[in-house]
């Protein structure tokens, strides 16, 4: 088994990683160039849904539910809330064939789910408009996390446990073989017997050649939108966290008086995590307002009190990266979240830990023989 460790990336996925790590009883280094959940990554909005049903995919279905108990275990050992069990409601068409495949998934796999025929729908949550919506289907069970935070306390009970984290950006100048130590921009390096990369949109930068033509960042925005006030409708107790799938909109209800989040969920144009603005386009921002418009009439005329530029890390099949590094001895790569990584941060982190340190192989769906260099495609 290794005995020094450095993680690169202090994500959800780099987070969990080193937890795992550490708990087998190695010696980790936690290295990130802007810090846990710092504003550029893709950990560091306020909120991320959990949930479930993914059609015909139940390896994911799977990881989400493994997750939670992990994620309530971090928030009962920090102390503060990062865990909403709202519910997550997709609303689609009744025919359309990925909406049948979760049904029938979800209710196989024992997981919780409550289909609503419109007037079901109509009578659960009056003040969503959602008469052309032919089937919904809510899991219960399945809610929303407090993505920074989760991501900031699992960082901060990690330097309580002995692990090291550094703030730096890892240079790799080795193209294969044993790699001995990183390098930091700026000077200085860091020496490990195993190394994982977990560093999301940085990757196909930092791991160069390899990665550039598996990993595509890309931008989305978010809006938040004021609730009116004095109305309670739009917290978590009344409203669930939604996919609207012939939209491509998702959202989150108002957590800790943030407002109603909005997003667009689609592969947006590319993003460099360095150096791009975050400064959202007003066409992104009328569409947003037109949905909530749309599905929450008591929204009209509600004031955009906040906005963020997610990032998505796309890989060809909308699948995570978790897999050895074909090209050396002693790396691992665990990323590719795809817009929908967040919630499997545990998961993930298990997978990455058992890679580093057994001979277990990874799945093939997370493989890099599994990841192409065609378009990538949406998970929802």
């Known amino acids: 088994m290794p005995q020094l460790v450095v993680v690169v990336g202090a994500g959800v996925f780099g987070t969990w990683t080193a937890h795992h790590l550490l708990a087998a009883g190695c ?32 390896i994911y279905s799977q990881f989400a539910r493994r997750s939670i ?12 809330p990062i865990w909403h069990p709202c519910g997550v409601l997709l609303l689609a068409e009744a025919a359309d064939p990925y909406v049948i495949a979760t049904r029938h998934t979800l209710e196989r796999g024992g997981y919780g789910v409550d289909v609503l025929e419109p007037s079901r729908l109509r009578d659960r949550y009056p003040h969503l408009e959602a008469g052309d919506v032919s089937m919904a289907l809510l899991e219960p069970d399945c809610g929303v ?6 991501v900031r306390a699992l960082a901060a009970e990690l330097a309580r446990a002995g692990a090291r984290l550094l703030r730096g950006k890892a240079v790799v100048t080795t193209t294969s073989g044993t790699l001995r130590s990183i390098g930091l921009a700026g000077g200085g390096e860091i020496s490990g017997d195993a190394f994982v990369f977990a560093c999301g949109p940085w990757l196909p930068s930092v791991l ?4 550039s033509p598996l990993i595509r960042p890309t931008r989305q925005t978010v809006v938040y939108f004021g609730t009116p006030a004095g109305d ?61 418009e749309r599905r929450f009439p008591a929204m009209r005329g509600a004031p955009v009190i906040g906005t963020r530029i997610c990032q998505y890390e796309n890989t060809s099949n909308g699948d995570l990266l978790i897999d050895r590094h074909p090209d050396y001895d ?12 967040f919630k499997h941060g545990p998961v993930a982190g298990e997978l990455a830990a058992s890679l580093v340190l057994t001979s277990a192989r990874t799945h093939p769906r997370l493989s890099f023989e599994s ?10």
Not at 32 to 39: E, K, L, S
Not at 69 to 80: D, S, Y
Not at 145 to 150: C, E, I, P, Q, T
Not at 208 to 211: G, Y
């Open 371 to 380: 990841k192409g260099t065609q378009a990538a495609r949406t998970v929802y």
């Open 27 to 58: 010696d980790v280094t936690l290295v990130d160039a802007y810090g846990p959940a710092n504003p550029r990554a893709s950990s560091s909005d306020q909120s991320r849904i959990l949930r479930c049903g993914y059609g015909t995919d139940e």
């Open 208 to 211: 160069v050649p390899s990665l």
């Open 330 to 341: 002693n790396i691992c790569v665990v990323g590719g979240g795809s817009g929908h990584g």
């Open 145 to 150: 996390l407090m993505a920074r935070r989760a």
């Open 69 to 80: 108990e992990q994620w309530t275990a971090l928030q009962e050992r920090a102390g503060v």
């Open 232 to 292: 309670d409708r739009f917290g978590h107790a009344h409203t669930p966290a939604w996919i609207d799938r012939p939209a491509g909109i998702f959202g989150i209800p108002e957590l800790e008086d943030a407002g109603l989040k909005v997003g667009i969920d689609e592969h947006g144009p590319p993003i460099d995590p360095d150096t791009d603005d975050r400064t959202p386009a007003p066409e992104a921002i009328a569409r947003a307002r037109a949905w909530v």
